[in-house]
């Protein structure tokens, strides 16, 4: 029986799995056919703003330099990752809206007790 990793499947021995990586001038023309339409998936599949959806496929395309898989199908294996890094992204949005709410709460409700205590102190 064959060797087994993480991902469970036969043949593959981590690191050097057999990765066929895409040269330098292939992954150049990659880039320039399919930012664009990555930009604009991210963009209306995932409400992403333009500026937003270029961050997420630039970090995809920062993962793609070392781990696509020119023998495999890059583009999928692109699209999968921008999907990915999108719904991140969209959490980490609603996190931070969630904790910004918070804390924003938080310090009107300590501004509110500190007028207290300090009128609470001026009183006779």
């Known amino acids: 029986m064959g060797s087994r990793t993480r ?11 057999g990765r066929t ?15 664009m339409p990555l930009v604009r998936r991210a963009t209306w599949r995932h409400r992403l703003s333009k500026e937003d959806a270029r961050d ?6 920062l993962l793609a330099i070392e781990k696509i898989d020119a023998a495999g199908n890059p ?11 999108a719904l991140n992204h969209l959490r980490k949005q609603v996190r931070r809206s ?10 009107s409700e ?4 500190q007028r207290s205590v300090a009128s609470r102190g001026q009183q006779p």
């Open 98 to 107: 969630k904790l910004l709410s918070k804390w924003s709460r938080g310090d």
């Open 56 to 61: 997420v496929v630039q970090d995809a395309f």
């Open 7 to 17: 991902s469970g499947c036969p043949g593959e021995t981590g690191k050097g799995r």
């Open 110 to 113: 300590l501004a509110t007790d």
């Open 75 to 85: 583009k999928a294996w692109l699209i999968q990752v921008v999907d990915h890094l």
């Open 21 to 35: 990586p895409m040269p330098d001038a292939e992954l150049a023309a990659f880039y320039e056919e399919i930012f």
